[in-house]
């Protein structure tokens, strides 16, 4: 299957860590990538191929992969890091884009 | 800099074609490895990609709108249009274009134009 789960939800207090998980078969052979949206507002790429992180995103946003699943790390969480958060990648033979279900995370 | 915009029909009807158009300024579509791609969100749903554009006028589709679907680009007039036929009322969404660009063997959608929501009435 291509598809991506996420969990729905998560809930994080400030100064904590955040962590969201995407699974799909594709993401052994195919890289990963993170999507910040905030109400009201088009998605942002965070990062790209698996772990990078584009220049302007704080260094508190990283990722790891690990087999099928990826994994986005938000350390230290901030008040403004309270949105949805999608990952992304292709079929299999990297054909098509495939977006995960997506993970609203709350801070508390 | 970079920057993309959706324009196009806010409503459409039922069986009706949507054209809309994205518009783009920061980088040109004459050059290698660059693309431009629609991806559309429901309300309160994840994106789904809807197709891509390259320079060298390759063109995907996902598999299961691409019946409906045609993409082409004005690289002059710095567009890329969408076509979608059939239009259904859970075809409304935001509808959003984005930068693309080709690094070895993968490529990703950064920046994203500010979307524009199209209605369809039944």
């Known amino acids: 299957s291509d598809e991506l789960t996420q969990p729905p939800s998560a809930s994080v207090s400030p100064g904590q860590t955040a962590r969201i998980t995407c699974s799909g078969d594709?993401?052994?052979?195919?890289?990963a990538f993170w999507y910040q949206q905030k109400a009201g507002q088009a998605p942002v790429l965070i990062i790209y191929?698996?772990?990078e992180r584009p220049s302007g995103i704080p260094e508190r946003f990283s990722a790891s992969k690990s087999g099928t699943t990826v994994t986005l790390t938000i350390s230290g969480v901030q008040a403004e890091d309270g949105a949805d958060y999608y990952c992304?990648?292709?079929?299999?033979?990297?054909?098509?884009?495939?977006f995960g279900s997506g993970t609203k995370v709350t801070v508390l | 800099q970079i920057t993309l915009k959706e324009s196009g029909p806010t409503l459409v009807k039922a069986t009706q074609t949507l054209t809309l158009t994205c518009t783009f300024s920061?980088?040109?579509?004459?050059?290698?490895?660059?693309?431009v791609g629609w991806i559309r969100q429901p309300p309160g749903k994840a994106p789904e990609w809807l197709a891509l554009?390259?320079?060298?006028?390759?063109?995907r589709y996902s598999p299961s709108l691409k019946s409906r679907l045609t993409i082409n680009k004005d690289s002059s007039k710095n567009q890329v249009v969408l076509t979608m036929t059939n239009m259904d009322p859970a075809d409304t969404a935001t509808y959003y274009c984005?930068?693309?660009?080709?690094?070895?063997?993968?490529?990703?959608?950064?920046?994203w134009g500010q979307g524009t929501l199209v209605t369809v009435s039944s």
């Open positions: 554009i390259y320079w060298d006028d390759d063109k």
């Open positions: 992304q990648s292709t079929d299999t033979s990297g054909t098509y884009y495939v």
């Open positions: 191929k698996d772990k």
């Open positions: 920061g980088f040109s579509l004459r050059s290698p490895a660059v693309g």
């Open positions: 594709a993401l052994s052979k195919q890289y």
């Open positions: 984005a930068y693309s660009f080709i690094v070895v063997d993968t490529n990703w959608f950064h920046p």
